[in-house]
Nanobody
Framework: QVQLVESGGGLVQAGGSLRLSCAAS????????MGWFRQAPGKEREFVAA????????YYADSVKGRFTISRDNAKNTVYLQMNSPKPEDTAVYYC????????????????WGQGTQVTVSS
């Protein structure tokens, strides 16, 4: 399994921008699809975005499409989530995830989770 550590969360104003990072341990990072999930208070954890092993394919939840961008740097063992024009309803704990393939991540087939980072969007 790969160990994942998120960073970059915090307080952001609606309409601003924020970039989350997820650093992975191990030399097998490039063999994993990576994704982001989030969980708001009182709600279930939900899928946000996923990217395949080389960054050539991505998939987004409809709620963030056009505003968020997932990317990865295999040389740095890091995956990113660029959050542009966030809305108050994007407030949640954001989790990094690793899986066998990016479409599997979309339906919750996750092999490893990070510990989460809080994102709060003020109106």
């Amino acid at each position: 399994q790969v160990q994942l550590v998120e960073s970059g969360g915090g307080l952001v104003q609606a309409g601003g921008s924020l970039r989350l990072s997820c650093a992975a341990s191990g030399r097998t990072f490039r063999s994993y699809a990576m994704g982001w999930f989030r969980q708001a208070p009182g709600k279930e954890r939900e899928f946000v975005a996923a990217i395949n092993w080389n960054g050539g394919s991505t998939y987004y939840a409809d709620s963030v499409k056009g505003r968020f961008t997932i990317s990865r740097d295999n040389a740095k063992n890091t995956v990113y989530l660029q959050m542009n024009s966030p809305k108050p309803e994007d407030t949640a704990v954001y989790y990094c995830a690793a899986g066998v393939n990016y479409m599997g991540l979309r339906v919750g087939r996750v092999g490893s989770w990070g510990q989460g980072t809080q994102v709060t969007v003020s109106s």
